[in-house]
């Protein structure tokens, strides 16, 4: 059974850091494409970025890119995002998910992740 168990989040003052964690099991991180999403108060789930399983290259929305960062321990097999200068519009519930390798123009579709994990709150606050 394939799972995705999401972690690290947690209230930081602005222009702090934070690292979340997702943990896979039942399948290969190195056969899918691993997406973050989030989801503000009111507001619409959107995409924070997407590393892909063939290229191994993340792809990043603009309004994290620079701030954020990603990593994995394939080990482990967990997939970190790294959140750095954050500011009070990143507070969301953040979301990983994998999907089987969809195309570039498709990443930031919540459709072309299959699997998704609980989520996790990250307050940016002071």
């Known amino acids: 059974r394939c799972r995705l168990q999401a972690s690290g989040g947690g209230l930081v003052q602005p222009g702090g850091s934070l690292r979340l964690s997702c943990a896979a099991s039942?399948?290969?991180?190195?056969?899918?494409?691993i997406g973050w999403f989030r989801q503000a108060p009111g507001k619409k789930r959107e995409w924070v970025s997407s590393r892909r399983s063939g290229d191994g290259r993340t792809y990043w929305a603009d309004s994290v890119k620079g701030r954020f960062a990603d990593s994995r321990d394939n080990a482990k097999k967990v997939v970190y995002l790294q959140m750095n200068s954050l500011k009070p519009e990143d507070t969301a519930v953040y979301y990983c998910?994998?999907?089987?390798?969809?195309?570039?123009?498709?990443?930031?579709?919540?459709?072309?992740?299959?699997?998704w994990g609980n989520g996790t709150l990250v307050t940016v606050s002071s």
């Open positions: 998910a994998a999907g089987p390798r969809p195309i570039l123009s498709a990443l930031h579709l919540m459709a072309s992740y299959s699997y």
């Open positions: 039942g399948f290969s991180l190195d056969r899918y494409t």
